[in-house]
């Protein structure tokens, strides 16, 4: 979002004064830089380990430094829905934007307006762009209700509209157009962040699936789409942070998951995994102990989410 959304929205939603001067504006798009869209329930895992945890938490982020943070304006409506006051918003959030900033990692907030508008500069006129956008939103989704008001879409706040129809899924419905706008525009990475097997996970499955959607995207193959664009569980960003050290020692690394993955987050998000595809084969709670042999044998547990 531009400056004068980003005032009206915070204006609109007062609950929202204290985490306020950690949220940025005006994001471009970089094609170089990898883009990590933050989904409500990988956001309040990621809050409550700055909260409770802060050295695992600087650990963990570090490695993920020189990533962008995007905040669709949907998620954040969702993940202060249920918080009555500014004080519960500040209680649960404040020390993870607040570490993020002090880190100099960015946290932009975007809403579709601005997802569209940088999206369109990319077409010689408006009328193409829309109707590229409107294109892209009806193929992401599968409820009738809503294909009937994108069909009649005229104006990026039409498609707005169609999106927020339904509640259910509502926030991972604009983390997938947020991010296939993107892909459209020529980024190289983009890693959807969420804990959400139905909403997130099988999504994107079926979407590998679908050619339609693959040359629409002007991506060669799966194998592209995979690779530029993924969704990935706290359980996975763990693991990737895991696999790619080369500092830490295996107790190092026990006493991080014994911070990062309390007893609470291994039950509340079961790993997917195979030994030889990204398409899960086995679905179950993994304890720390057995998460350090998928850390040490990484070519030959494959995560899947």
């Known amino acids: 979002m531009d400056k004068k959304e980003f005032t009206q929205f915070m204006h609109q939603h007062s609950k929202c004064q204290g985490i306020k001067p950690y949220l940025l504006y005006g994001r471009r798009n970089d094609t170089t830089s990898h883009y990590y869209v933050l989904d409500n329930n990988i956001l309040t895992d990621l809050a409550k380990l700055a909260k409770q945890q802060v050295s695992a938490f600087k650990t963990l982020m570090n490695h993920y430094k020189d990533a962008v943070f995007i905040l669709p ?43 569209y508008l940088l999206f369109a500069e990319g077409f010689i006129n408006t009328d193409i762009a829309f109707q590229h956008y409107k294109d892209l939103a009806s193929k992401l989704v599968n ?50 962040l969420s804990n959400e097997k139905k909403g997130v996970y099988n999504v994107w499955r079926s979407n590998v699936n679908k050619n339609t959607l693959l040359e629409f995207l002007k991506v060669k193959d799966q194998e592209e789409y995979c690779e530029k664009l993924r969704p990935v569980s706290f359980n996975g960003f763990l693991l990737d942070f895991l696999q790619e050290q080369n500092t830490l020692s295996l107790v190092q690394m026990d006493h991080f998951l014994q911070a990062a993955r309390s007893n609470n987050v ?34 030959e547990y494959r995560l899947a989410f």
């Not at 809503?146 to 509640?167: F, G, H, M, P, Q």
């Not at 595809?277 to 998928?294: A, M, Q």
Request: charge should be negative; proline fraction near 2%; aromatic fraction near 12%.
């Open 73 to 115: 304006q949907m998620v954040l409506e969702e993940s202060i829905r249920n918080l009555n006051q500014q004080s519960a918003v500040d209680n649960l959030y404040l020390d993870f934007y607040s570490l993020m900033q002090g880190m100099g990692i960015p946290i932009y907030l975007e809403s579709l307006e601005y997802n």
């Open 143 to 192: 409820n009738m209700d809503i294909l009937k008001v994108l069909e009649n879409a005229k104006s990026y706040k039409d498609i707005e509209n169609s999106y927020r129809l339904s509640t259910n899924d509502a926030g991972e419905r604009f983390i997938f157009l947020y991010a296939h706008a993107m892909l459209m525009d020529q980024v190289r990475k983009i890693t959807i």
């Open 266 to 299: 291994i039950q509340r998000n079961p790993m997917l995994y195979s030994r030889t595809t990204p398409y899960y084969v086995d679905e179950r709670v993994i304890t720390n102990e057995e998460f350090l042999k998928f850390v040490q044998d990484k070519n």
